[in-house]
């Protein structure tokens, strides 16, 4: 039920704050109270609290300070005026309560001012127009400053065979390796590196030994050394340099498990040459002039003081091998292993400024068509491998460089089927 209202025995005259403390109803409800009782007819007032204020007469001297102020502000002064495109001005009431609860009225004025910053000093931005008119005496390129020295990067031919019938059937793509003498014969260079992976050494493997890889390791010696033998006949100037991989350090690891008192046996009289038993022998890179560096996975290569050429040992999916080896890596470096063509930048901060390092992978010079063992190949029931593409890429790597502390760019040079293009031309095999 409904609470009924007396309002004669309310003095409306007081605020509604005040009826509320001496009624016990809350403050919300005697405002509505208030509003329906004149509404009613009922000669109830208004409360106090807010009481219909007369429209406010603004004291425009005091405005007219606070725009000459404000225009000083923005260095305009008043003989300028007609520097303002727009004026905006307001005037407001508020009420507040003073120290005793009562209500007061305050009067509040309010000026915007736009100003148009052209005609001032003119814009503040310059003026977009058309271009000025070419002059042929305007410098159109930077003159070449000093000749760089060449590198070649040739990585994992995996040299090697599996015999089918009477023939040999090779691991290594005899048209990508063909492509990257060509690459080399034309441009001279004076580094040739092989990455490693050299030889793929299938009979000296921990992995299933099929029958086809017997008696292969012999003619796969024979193709290798005939291989350095053809890189210094293309680049007779150029020095060249072997990487031992994770493939040459088989046939190491196989004489230490089956054969401990062969490991390290050199000829009579030449301590200091390489063990008979040993990749660099086998392919008389002493001989050719070619530096062997063993020791994988910590062999190294050293183009110049910010780039070097490593085997590799990470392998990432998704194309991350480089970032990974970015990573870790402190200094630029160009690695095999993948057989993929990767690269990754990354720039950090140093003292006094930044730098930026390289990872790269040129890919391989194997076949991609599943001929090399791996997880993803397969056999017929003749021993023939089946042909099912691998995620490789055929390819090698220029180098320009500097000498010492220099720098250097590596480019990647993609191989397709036999077909190479660099620098504006096609090599084919």
């Known amino acids: 039920m409904k609470?009924?209202?007396?309002?004669?025995?309310?003095?409306?005259?007081?605020?509604?704050?005040?009826?509320?403390?001496?009624?016990?109803?809350?403050t919300d409800s005697i405002r509505s109270k208030r509003g329906r009782f004149r509404r009613e007819g009922l000669n109830v007032p208004k409360s106090p609290e807010a009481p219909v204020a007369p429209k406010p007469s603004a004291d425009w001297d005091h405005v007219t300070a606070k725009m000459i102020e404000a225009l000083k502000s923005r260095e305009v002064f008043p003989e300028q005026i007609g520097v303002i495109k727009a004026i905006k001005s307001s005037v407001w009431t508020t009420t507040t309560k003073n120290a005793k609860g009562e209500a007061e009225t305050h009067e509040n004025y309010g000026v915007q001012l736009q100003i148009d910053p052209a005609i001032i000093n003119g814009p503040a931005w310059p003026v977009v127009d058309r271009a000025p008119k070419y002059h042929k005496d305007l410098p159109i390129a930077s003159p070449c400053l000093k000749k760089l020295r060449t590198a070649i990067i040739l990585p994992d031919p995996q040299i090697g065979y599996r015999r089918v019938g009477a023939s040999l059937d090779p691991f290594h793509c005899e048209k990508s390796m063909s492509v990257a003498l060509s690459i080399a014969k034309d441009l001279n260079p004076d580094l040739i590196v092989n990455l490693g992976d050299f030889i793929d050494l299938p009979e000296f493997s921990k992995y299933m030994q099929e029958p086809a890889f017997a008696l292969t390791t012999q003619a796969s010696i024979d193709r290798g050394y005939e291989f350095l033998c053809h890189q210094k006949e293309?680049?007779?100037?150029?020095?060249?340099?072997?990487?031992?991989?994770?493939?040459e350090i088989r046939l190491q690891k196989f004489i230490i498990t089956n054969a401990k008192a062969a490991f390290g046996l050199s000829r009579a009289k030449t301590p200091d040459n390489w063990p008979v038993l040993s990749?660099?022998?086998?392919?008389?890179?002493?001989?050719?002039?070619?530096?062997?560096?063993?020791?994988?996975?910590?062999?190294?290569?050293?183009?110049?003081?910010?780039?070097?050429?490593?085997?590799?040992?990470?392998?990432?999916?998704?194309?991350?091998?480089?970032?990974?080896?970015?990573?870790?890596?402190?200094?630029?470096?160009?690695?095999?292993?993948?057989?993929?063509?990767?690269?990754?930048?990354?720039?950090?901060?140093?003292?006094?400024?930044?730098?930026?390092?390289?990872?790269?992978?040129?890919?391989?010079?194997?076949?991609?068509?599943?001929?090399?063992?791996?997880?993803?190949?397969?056999?017929?029931?003749?021993?023939?491998?089946?042909?099912?593409?691998?995620?490789?890429?055929?390819?090698?790597?220029?180098?320009?460089?500097?000498?010492?502390?220099?720098?250097?760019?590596?480019t990647p040079v993609h191989i397709h089927s036999g077909i190479a293009i660099y620098n504006g031309k096609e090599y084919r095999a």
């Not at 293309?234 to 493939?247: D, E, Q, R, S, Y």
């Not at 063509?341 to 992978?361: C, P, W």
């Open 279 to 410: 990749v660099p022998y086998l392919l008389r890179t002493d001989e050719l002039g070619v530096e062997y560096i063993s020791g994988y996975p910590a062999s190294e290569f050293w183009i110049n003081d910010n780039l070097k050429c490593v085997h590799g040992s990470k392998v990432r999916s998704g194309g991350s091998t480089a970032t990974a080896v970015c990573i870790d890596e402190r200094v630029s470096t160009i690695f095999g292993h993948i057989h993929r063509i990767e690269a990754h930048y990354k720039t950090v901060n140093v003292r006094g400024g930044f730098k930026t390092r390289l990872a790269m992978s040129p890919g391989c010079l194997s076949r991609i068509d599943g001929a090399v063992p791996s997880t993803n190949s397969g056999l017929d029931e003749y021993g023939k491998s089946t042909t099912r593409y691998e995620n490789w890429q055929n390819g090698i790597a220029v180098v320009q460089y500097e000498d010492g502390d220099g720098i250097f760019s590596v």
């Open 234 to 247: 293309v680049a007779p100037n150029a020095h060249i340099a072997l990487i031992g991989g994770n493939h």
């Open 3 to 26: 609470e009924k209202w007396d309002s004669s025995q309310i003095d409306w005259t007081k605020t509604n704050e005040q009826i509320a403390r001496e009624t016990g109803k809350s």
